[in-house]
């Protein structure tokens, strides 16, 4: 065997080995070595706001480094917990979503729901993302009137307005049934008879400072035992 045959052998034996050892590392890598992730230093309850204190590092097998949790604690700050997490183990990425994804609007907001007629709330042509202001009318006592007003034993209506720029987060009719039809269009959803079937707003989710909460609150209440009217109109942008 001539010289240049040995060469060519060796250095095919040699593109071998390195194959081989290149192969073994990263099937050693996989399935033996180990990476550190994110896990509950104790089980966090559903509807937490989620912020890297919560969690500590543990070390799991390398292999799960490609599966969808998350890794590192800093990931997960500001999100917020869709089911109970269990203490010690990975966090799946549907399991903590940001707090709109979940909740509908942002964590600084209270969602309230308050009831509306088509006539008072812009004709029913309210949409999701829009902003509102709220208005509330009711007759003024006659203790608050004029003394005119009160030889003559009139009322007076009063319009004020009780929250503004309000955000619009979800539109339903009574049943509870998706009244936005623009939202719809946006996601090409149709009827099987290829017209869609709009249904009345009458319910409007809200997403409301905690301050005017209660106010918003109390003029619902208002209008439906003293005879008040709720009255919504479009913002200005």
Same mark, same amino acid.
């Given at each position: 065997?001539?010289?240049? #045959?040995?060469?060519?052998i060796?250095? %095919?034996a040699?593109?071998? !080995?390195?194959?081989?050892?290149?192969?073994?590392?990263? +099937?050693?890598?996989?399935?033996?070595?180990?990476?550190? #992730?994110?896990?509950? *230093?104790?089980?966090?309850?559903?509807?937490?706001?989620?912020?890297?204190? @919560?969690?500590? @590092?543990?070390?799991? &097998?390398? !292999?799960?480094?490609?599966?969808?949790?998350?890794?590192?604690?800093?990931?997960?700050?500001?999100?917020?917990?869709?089911?109970?997490?269990?203490?010690?183990?990975? %966090? +799946?990425?549907?399991? =903590? %979503?940001?707090?709109?994804?979940?909740?509908? =609007?942002?964590?600084?907001?209270?969602?309230?729901?308050?009831?509306?007629? &088509?006539?008072?709330?812009?004709?029913?042509?309210? $949409?999701?993302?829009?902003?509102?202001?709220?208005?509330?009318?009711?007759?003024?006592? /006659?203790?608050?009137?004029?003394?005119?007003?009160?030889?003559?034993?009139?009322?007076? @209506?009063?319009?004020?307005? *009780? +929250?503004?720029? *309000?955000? %619009?987060? /979800?539109?339903?009719?009574?049943?509870?049934? !998706? !009244? /936005?039809?623009?939202? /719809?269009?946006? $996601?090409?959803?149709?009827?099987?008879?290829g017209?869609?079937?709009?249904q009345?707003?009458? #319910?409007?989710?809200?997403?409301?400072?905690?301050?005017?909460?209660?106010?918003?609150?109390? =003029?619902?209440?208002?209008?439906?035992?003293?005879?008040?009217?709720l009255?919504?109109?479009?913002?200005? &942008?």
């Amino acid at each position: 065997m001539n010289r240049t #045959i040995q060469l060519i052998i060796g250095l %095919v034996a040699l593109v071998l !080995a390195l194959g081989a050892g290149f192969y073994g590392r990263n +099937a050693y890598l996989k399935e033996v070595s180990t990476v550190q #992730i994110a896990v509950p *230093i104790q089980a966090i309850q559903p509807y937490t706001l989620l912020s890297p204190d @919560l969690f500590s @590092l543990r070390e799991v &097998p390398r !292999a799960m480094q490609t599966l969808p949790y998350y890794q590192d604690p800093e990931e997960m700050s500001g999100l917020i917990s869709t089911v109970q997490l269990p203490a010690g183990l990975p %966090v +799946a990425k549907g399991l =903590a %979503v940001k707090p709109e994804d979940f909740r509908l =609007a942002d964590t600084a907001f209270e969602v309230v729901s308050i009831p509306v007629e &088509p006539v008072s709330a812009v004709g029913g042509q309210i $949409h999701v993302g829009q902003r509102v202001n709220l208005y509330q009318m009711m007759d003024q006592a /006659d203790s608050e009137t004029t003394s005119a007003d009160k030889t003559n034993n009139a009322r007076s @209506l009063q319009v004020r307005q *009780i +929250a503004s720029g *309000i955000m %619009v987060v /979800d539109v339903r009719s009574s049943q509870g049934l !998706a !009244a /936005d039809s623009l939202q /719809d269009e946006q $996601h090409g959803s149709t009827s099987l008879s290829g017209s869609q079937q709009v249904q009345q707003t009458q #319910i409007l989710t809200l997403a409301l400072p905690p301050d005017q909460v209660q106010e918003v609150l109390r =003029a619902v209440a208002t209008a439906k035992k003293q005879g008040g009217l709720l009255w919504t109109t479009l913002a200005k &942008p």
